[in-house]
């Protein structure tokens, strides 16, 4: 009797055990392969920075230096079938400022505004590029 518990125990174990085997080996395999037209394709379409007028930057009353406002406004583009969060890395003269993530919907086109400042009161080269993709 004893060998017969066991005998059905093992049986059991091997009817639950192999089907989530399987099953775990088939999601796999089917974010192999539908993972690559899942991810979101995103990519700047147009880009536009103005400068603000430059202000003095003050610590009690003593003038420590200047910063200038600048706004970017920028097109996004995703033609992937999923929505994407997308980090805009901006830089002045090749070199970063600052970043941020936007939220781009699937199988649009979307206008953003950003602004930053940058140290100084001199007009600085403006860009910015997408530093990382992912899905939303």
């Not at 400068?51 to 600048?70: A, D, M, N």
């Not at 602004?115 to 910015?128: K, T």
């Amino acid at each position: 009797m004893k060998q017969l518990s066991v005998k059905i125990a093992i049986t059991l174990s091997i009817a639950l055990v192999v089907p989530l085997v399987l099953y775990s080996a088939s999601q796999s395999l089917l974010n192999m392969v539908a993972e690559p037209f899942l991810e979101p394709h995103v990519q700047i379409i147009s880009q536009n920075f103005v400068e603000g007028q430059s202000q003095p930057e003050y610590f009690l009353w003593i003038k420590k230096g200047e910063h200038r406002p600048v706004f970017a406004d920028f097109s996004l583009s995703n033609d992937s079938v999923s929505a994407g969060r997308v980090t805009i890395v901006f830089t002045a003269d090749g070199k970063e400022v600052t970043r941020h993530d936007f939220f781009i919907g699937a199988g649009q086109t979307e206008k953003k505004t950003y602004q930053f400042s940058v140290n100084g009161s001199e007009s600085h080269q403006y860009s910015l590029y997408i530093d990382d993709v992912s899905r939303a």
